[in-house]
C-alpha cells in the first residue's frame, strides 16, 4: 500500500521547518505520522531530516514492521510506536535533537520541571500558567524495546504525564493530534528549554 | 465591515519578520493595527503568528468585541485595545514572546532598567544615549481585564512611562504609530535584552 | 549629481547581508561607499538597514555636507567622512551594531585586545595568528564632530592601529579598499568578538 | 584538465550550508572533493565560502600542485591533501571555522573528548553512545607542512583516532567517503561542540 502524498508533504515540512531551528542536526531526529489505526508514516533511517527525498517516508505497522522490508526505518521507530498504540488519538509524533534539549538532558534528573511559562497553556488539561510541567528524562539505551517499556511504565505509573519525554543526550519527544498540532507543541517545549539554559547559566 | 487587504497585508508581513527572530514560538505572539479611530483587526487566536492565513486577521472595537462573532480574537486583545484607548496616536501594537524577554522578566522586579544604549534614541523624549529607560514588568495574569487595570494604573502614576511594557514569564508588549515604527521599537527593545541577558551571564 | 546604480545596489546589499546577521537592529548601523576622490553615497537616516528602498541612499562630500540638502544622511556621517579624509585608499565604510560588540564595548576599557585567532590574518601587515589586535574603544557622544576629533586623535597617536574601532554602547566600525573587503573585514571582527564574549562567559 | 561541474556545484553548496550556520566567516573555512585516485578539487584561496563563484574551485594534485598554477588553492591545501594521501576511501574533507570549535581550541589541552551523545553513533566504530570520542587539537601554524607532519604523527600514533581533529583557534577538520557523508560528520561534530560549549558555560 502506497503512502498518501499529504503524508510524505507533511513530514517533509516538518523536517524542513525542524531544519531551521536547529533541531535535526546530521541525521539525528524523526518524524512521524498516523495515517489510519494501524499504519504509521515515518521518517527512513540515515537522512537528513531537513533534506527528506520524495522517497524518504515510509510504511509501518504499529509494532514497527515496515510494509516494504527492503526499507529501514528510523532506528527510533519503536518509541513513535509506542505512542500511537498508547493513545489512539496521536497522529503525529516528532523527535526533535536540540541543544538545549541535549544539553539539559545530560545534567537533568529523572524529570525537568517547568512551572511559570506561559507557553505552558499548549499543554492539555493546564489551562494557565501557574501550573507545571514535570517532562520525564530517560537513560538512552540502544535496544529500544527497552526503553519503550520504562517509557511505558512510566506512562502506568503517572497519569498526568505530560505529552512528552526527554531521553538523555538525545533530545525531545512530542506528540498531537495532528502534525500542526505537534509542531507546535516542539516549539513550545524547545522555547522553554531554551529559557530554562539561559535562566541556568544566570544561576548556575 | 471587511479590513483592509493593507492591514492583513500588515499583520501577516509582522508575523513573518517576528517569527525570523525567534519572537513568536508555538501560538504565542499577537499584532494588531488600528483601521480607524475605534476599529481594531488584530491576530485571531492560535494560529501560529509566523504563518497568519489570509483569514487569520479579524475585526474588533475599541473594548475587543469581536465584529464577527463567530470569531475569536487573540486571548490577550484587551492589552491590545487598553493600549489604543489611552493612545490616540497608537496605530499598531506587537505584543513579542522572545527568550530574553522571557528569562529576564522572570527574573526581574517591578522593572527592568535599560541605560547606556545608543539604541535608547528610538524612545520618545530620549534623544540621548545618556537617559535611561524603564520598562515596567507586569505579574501574569489569565484574568486579561485585571491585568490591564493594572497597565492602567501604572500609565497613571508615571507620566513618563515608556512604549512598552513586559509581562513576566510572557513577553514584551510594544506600540508605535504605525506598523512600521512598532517593528523597529520591538526590535530595539528585544537588542537591548539580549544584551542584558549577555551581559548578566558575565557578571551574574 | 546622481548616485551610481552600482554603488546604490552594493549599500542595499550590504544591508541585506549586515541583517541576516542581527547587525543593524531597528535603525541602527550604517553603511558607506566612496563613489570617488570626493563624493560619498551614504545610508540615509531612519531607515532599517536591512531594507534599505531604492531612493534610501544619499550623497555627500568629504565633509559630509549633502548634495541634496532636502535629505538628511546617517547620524554619523561625520565618522564615516573622517576615514574616508584620513584613508584615501579606504573606498568602504561600515558601522554595525550587534549585540557582542555592544556588551563587550559596555565593559571594556579603553581597548579591546584580540589575539591568538587564525581570523587575524584578516588584517593588514598581521600575516600571522600569533600577533594581536588592539580595537580603540571610544566613548559614545552625540557630538559626532566631538567623537570624530577623539578618533583622529588616536590614529595620530598610534600609527598601527587597525582598520576599525568600537564606540562604547553603540557598535564597531570597519573600512576597506571596497565593498567586498569591508564586509569580510566586518565578518571576522564580530566573528571574534563573538569568541571573546563566549570565552568570558567561561572565564567570567 | 577540466573539473566536473558536479564537484564544482557540490563544493559550491556546502559552502552555502555551512555559511548558514556561521561556520565560514569571512574567508576562512575550506572545501574539497576527490575527483579520482590523485585529483583533488579544492576551494581557491580568498572567497568567502559560502559565495564560491563558479570559477572559485581549483584541481591539485595529492601533494596539493595546482593544475593551473596560475591560480592559488586555499592555504590550507596541504591539511586536506594530508588525508587524501592517508585515506584512499576520502572523497570530501571540510574546514569549518565556528564559534564553539574556536573557543573550545583555545581553552583546550591536547585533545577534546565528547562522551554521553547519541550523535557519536555517527562516527565509524562507535555503534554506541557509551563510547567516547577524542578529538585531537594542534596547535596553530602558518607552515603548513609542519603542521601536516605533527597531525600525521597523531595518526600513526592512534589508530583508532576519529575521522575529525581541531587546531587552536583555528577550527574543525573532518572527512568522509562522499561529500553528503563530510557534511553530515561535521554538522554532527559541531553540534557536540555547541553543547559542550553550553556545559561548560553551566559548570565553568
Redesign the interface.
Known sequence: MSIPQQATDAIRAAGRRMDTF?WV????GNISLRMDADRIAITRSGF?KGFIPEDGVMAVDLDGRAEDSALRPSAETGLHCGIYRRFPNAAAALHG?S??A??LS??AGPEIRLA????LK?FPGL???QAAVRLPVFE?D?DIGRLQSRVTQAWDADPAHPPGYL?????LYVWAEDM?GAL??L??L??ML??E????????
Chains 1, 2, 3, 4 share one sequence.
Open positions: 536547529g542536526p546530521a541525521t539525528a537528513h535533537h541543544v538545549p541535549t544539553v545530560r545534567l511559570g511559562y506561559e507557553l499548549a489551562p494557565t500558567h538512552n540502544q531521553i538523555r543526550g538525545h533530545g500542526p507546535l507543541r516549539e513550545a524547545e522555547f531554551s529559557c539554559l539561559e535562566t541556568r547559566r544566570l544561576r548556575p
